[in-house]
Structure formats: structure tokens, C-alpha cells
């Protein structure tokens, strides 16, 4: 059994940042892509950043050049480091990470952008 710890979210002023992280627990024989989606409220949810097996990253337009992610494989960990945060990143942030060949998802974690 594989279970997702997310932490980090919380509420932030414009400009400020926040870091969220997730950690995979239980028996891990193969650790591959991950990533970070948003769910914000009235929108459908949306791919805000990947890494794959290998450490290449992509990113959704709107985060560009503010948000980083990085894995950290000896925690089994994937990190988004968010940065010069606007209010419309306020949304439920999940992060998903595919292990054993099975795509596990975080149950979300809430980040506020307001002043």
C-alpha cells in the first residue's frame, strides 16, 4: 500500500511564496514521473508542472518563471517551490505521482493568495 503525505499549503500575501511538498510511503520499488495540478474553485483542474524520471521539467504557461519543481528521490518526495504568488493561484493543489506503474494522487492542499 502506497499512501501520499502533501504539506505546505496555507494562506500567503500577493508576492509571497510558498512551498508545497508530497511524500509517498509503503513499498516503492519504482519511483517515475510526478507532478502538480490545481483545482480552483468553478475551474477544472489543470497540470501546473512535471518532472520526469529523468529530472526534465515542463510548466503551464501562467506559472512559468515563478514556480520550480524538483524530486528528491531519496524521500520519494516531489517539491513545488511557488514563488511571487498571485491571487489567481489560490486553488486546491494535488500532486500525482506514478509508482509501481500505478498513478497515485495526493488528496489536495489548499493555498490561499490574499492580501
Known amino acids: 500500500q502506497v499512501q501520499l503525505v502533501e504539506s505546505g499549503g496555507g494562506l500567503v500575501q500577493p508576492g509571497g511564496s510558498l512551498r508545497l511538498s508530497c511524500a509517498a510511503s509503503g513499498i516503492i520499488r519504482s519511483l517515475n514521473a510526478m507532478g502538480w495540478h490545481r483545482q480552483a474553485p468553478g475551474k477544472e483542474r489543470e497540470l501546473v508542472a512535471r518532472?520526469?524520471?529523468?529530472?526534465?521539467?515542463n510548466y503551464a504557461d501562467s506559472v512559468k518563471g515563478r514556480f520550480t519543481i524538483s524530486r528528491d528521490n531519496a524521500k520519494n518526495a516531489v517539491i513545488l517551490q511557488m514563488d511571487s504568488l498571485k491571487p489567481e493561484d489560490t486553488a486546491v493543489y494535488f500532486c500525482?505521482?506514478?509508482?509501481?506503474?500505478?498513478?497515485?494522487w495526493g488528496k489536495g492542499t489548499l493555498v490561499t493568495v490574499s492580501s
Open positions: 518532472i520526469s524520471t529523468f529530472g526534465s521539467t
Open positions: 500525482d505521482l506514478w509508482i509501481n506503474n500505478i498513478n497515485y
